[in-house]
């Protein structure tokens, strides 16, 4: 893993939102979201960002994805940065770079049945056309777990963890390098979870993909993830190996995380995280640079 090469390279990444102006139409108020974020992941890695909700992950997947343009700093893919490019410019990588997210109802048109959600993106990007199309999105159904006769079925007649794996094909029928699954768990049954998971892992293998897996709790990402990154209130406080992250916490953030999925009763949890107490401020005069601890375990100062 740690020969291959570096598919994506965030470098002190800042995505600050405006919650007020004065009349002159100037900034009165800074929500810093992503304040200064840094990390990489190689080609056919899982990188697993997890952190309490708020604390910017979507916004990092989303300025990933291009959705957003970022207030400061650079995102490379593949060697080129896709932060000052145009959207005719940004096209290809918008093929190579897909998504999936954590409500599969609201992402998929209701009017549209099967074959024309999964076509979608591939008319975008013009792969494929007619027959041969609709035979890779057969073949494609049924590596989800889906069947042939799903094609002219519509998103109301497929249950939670079915409509996911609609979204899944229809990331995976432009044959992207990269997916950002934020949160792609979180809304299904806890026994469907696990499935979704080890079918993204079968996924990963067979096409060579490469993971930003975005999770608010750190019990299933563990198993995908090869490396963890811990967000809080817009920064990275720690990276590491996904065992020796668990094994061998170092940030009182990360600590505190932790104990909280040992701890059954969620409002108790949520009690223990911050009585644990770490509480730095939201845009306060933090170093963005991590200390490496030990070779490749990187933790914020605390
Ligand atoms: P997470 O995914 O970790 O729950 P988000 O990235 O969604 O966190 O949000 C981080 C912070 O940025 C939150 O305080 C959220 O309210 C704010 N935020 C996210 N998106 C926007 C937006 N489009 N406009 C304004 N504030 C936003
Ligand atoms: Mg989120």
């Known amino acids: 893993m740690s020969e291959s090469k570096i598919l994506v390279d965030v470098k002190n990444l800042k995505k ?25 992941i190689r080609k056919g890695e899982t990188f697993g960002l997890v952190g309490e909700s708020g604390s910017g992950k979507s916004t990092v997947g989303r300025c990933l994805l291009r959705l957003y343009d970022y207030t400061d700093g650079e995102v490379s893919f593949d060697g ?16 190579r770079i897909q998504s999936i997210f954590q409500d ?14 999964i076509s979608e993106p591939m008319k975008i990007h013009g792969t494929h056309q007619g027959e041969d ?17 799903h094609l002219y079925r519509f998103p109301h007649e497929f249950s939670g963890g079915q409509r996911q794996r609609i979204s899944i094909a229809r990331a995976l029928s432009v044959r992207p390098e990269f997916v950002v699954c934020d949160e792609p768990i979180s809304a299904l049954d806890v026994s469907v979870q696990a499935q979704v998971v080890n ?36 920064r990275l406080v720690e990276v590491a190996e996904s065992d020796e992250l668990y094994e ?30 770490y509480t730095a401020k939201r845009g306060g005069e933090g170093n963005s640079e991590l200390r490496e601890v030990s070779p490749g375990h990187f933790v914020a100062d605390f």
């Open 80 to 95: 080129q940065q896709i932060g000052g490019l145009g959207e005719k410019k940004l096209k290809p990588f918008r093929r």
């Open 133 to 149: 199309r609709k035979e890779i999105i057969a073949a494609l159904l049924e590596k989800v777990g889906l069947k042939r006769e």
């Open 16 to 40: 600050h939102f405006s919650k007020g102006k004065d009349i002159w139409g100037r900034d009165t108020d800074v929500l810093k979201a992503v304040d200064g974020v840094s990390f990489q």
């Open 199 to 234: 079918m993204l892992e079968d996924l990963q293998a067979e096409f060579g993909l490469t993971y930003l897996f975005i999770a608010h709790d750190l019990s299933m990402v563990r198993h995908i993830s090869d490396r963890i990154g811990v967000m809080y209130a817009g």
């Open 248 to 277: 061998n916490p170092q940030h009182p953030y990360t600590q505190a995380l932790l104990s909280s999925i040992l701890e059954p009763d969620p409002k108790k949890a949520g009690q223990r995280l911050s009585q644990n107490g």
């Open 104 to 117: 599969p109802y609201s992402s998929l048109n209701p009017g549209l049945n099967v074959l024309e959600l």
